[in-house]
């Protein structure tokens, strides 16, 4: 019998003590042993739950307890998640974890202290919540150079773009009713300026890598900037507007970066709506292949976690490579990837329409009807250096949106 502990008991927590129990039959064939919950860390009491009994609020209980061989880390952030997955390493205790910040910070110091003590730490719902993703790339997709990662990574931020395309509502008002649902944070910083994304990409790309690729140095734009028209331009140009967190690698080096874009129809992420993730993967020999489902949720994000205690408990004193070395993997200035650009202006289209073509030759013209006071041009593909050179000249641009 593997016995296992969770740390935190909120949403996620709950979810994989709700997985284990309720899915025991299952989970006892496909590892060939029972998997139990022995204990739960939370500083509150849980009166009235089932798994009061098995509540403890002292974590030197858990990691000095020899029967307890995995433990999973749901508590977020990071302190204490940091030392008490440090201690359970260090103690021959796999962990499993959904905690994209620790991850992104400490990964591949706690991968290497895993390696250590011939134990493992498992990231799978860290990334994309219930997709399995993290374990193609140690598994199915190693014989693979990748090359390109397109995500989209955050659930909060999809569910705000598909509304405001879906109903022309304004970022603030579609805002407020996610908050409502439950889909927002009270403060949604993370999610809406893709500082969450841009988590989960760094975790992406330094697997890719092999080295770390530091959060700090992806550069992110959020979504606050973008406006119901601009999904009127979009929709006449047969294109949507998700936030993407981008892997790429190029004769210029190594990119990674997470800003709204606008793609076309063909792509498989445009049909991704509302809460649900998408990744789109890139690799030298499969080509494109696609990983699709619930980026959040409390039992999609536990059910992950529990396949990464699987995979734990049938791998006992075996430690399962994961190449992701500590050494800062160096990332190209993102102003020298190439792309196209969508770019607003005020004005009149017939006035200022040659001016533009001076600076911009190939850009094509889109204007919205009953509209004369703004319009809008896509430009050739270029760095984007050589853009914000260009766009200097023009004095009236509103706005920006990377295609």
């Not at 927590?13 to 989970?27: A, M, P, Q, R, Y």
């Not at 009491?45 to 880390?73: A, L, W």
């Not at 536990?302 to 205690?309: E, M, R, T, Y």
Request: aromatic residues 8%.
């Amino acid at each position: 019998m593997a016995q296992v502990a969770v740390l935190g008991y909120g949403t996620v927590g709950s979810g994989v003590v709700e997985v284990i129990e309720k899915n025991s039959d299952v989970i006892s064939k496909r590892v060939g042993e029972d998997i139990t919950v022995k204990y739960v860390l939370d500083l509150r009491d849980f009166p009235g739950d089932p798994i009061q009994d098995r509540v403890v609020h002292d974590y030197d209980t858990i990691v000095n307890d020899k029967d307890i061989s995995i433990i999973c880390e749901t508590m977020g952030g990071i302190n204490p998640a940091y030392e008490f997955t440090k201690k359970a390493l260090m103690a021959g205790k796999s962990v499993c974890t959904s905690n994209k910040e620790l991850v992104a910070a400490h990964g591949p110091e706690l991968i290497s202290i895993a390696k250590a003590n011939k134990c493992n730490y498992f990231f799978e719902a860290s990334v994309g919540g219930g997709i399995p993703i993290i374990r193609p790339f140690n598994e199915a997709l190693t014989a693979e150079k990748i090359d390109c990662i397109m995500g989209i990574l955050n659930g909060t931020t999809n569910y705000i773009l598909s509304k405001m395309e879906n109903e022309g509502a304004a970022f603030d008002t579609v805002l407020k009713e996610a908050q409502e649902k439950g889909y927002a944070e009270r403060n949604p910083e993370a999610d809406v300026e893709g500082y969450d994304a841009g988590r989960k990409i760094a975790i992406l790309a330094s697997l890719v890598y092999g080295e770390t690729v530091k959060f700090e140095d992806v550069f992110t734009e959020g979504i606050t900037k973008i406006a119901p028209v601009d999904f009127e331009y979009a929709k006449k140009l047969g294109l949507t507007i998700k936030l993407i967190g981008l892997e790429k690698e190029t004769s210029e080096g190594r990119f990674a970066v997470v800003t709204p874009r606008l793609i076309g129809s063909e792509s498989p992420l445009a049909g991704v709506k509302d809460v649900f993730n998408g990744i789109l993967v890139h690799s030298n020999m499969l080509d494109y292949s696609m990983y699709y489902g619930r980026g959040a949720g409390k039992l999609p994000t536990a059910s992950a976690v529990v396949g990464d205690v699987i995979a734990a408990a049938k791998n006992p004193g075996n430690h399962l490579t994961c190449v992701w070395e500590e050494k800062a993997c160096s990332l190209a200035d993102y102003k020298k990837l190439a792309q196209k650009y969508f770019v607003r202006v005020a004005g009149n289209m017939a006035e200022l329409k040659a001016d533009i073509e001076k600076v911009f030759a190939g850009a094509s013209f889109v204007q919205l009807d009953n509209v004369t006071d703004e319009f809008a041009f896509v430009t050739e593909e270029m760095t984007e250096l050589e853009y914000d050179k260009k766009a200097a000249s023009i004095n009236n641009i509103k706005s920006m949106i990377r295609m």
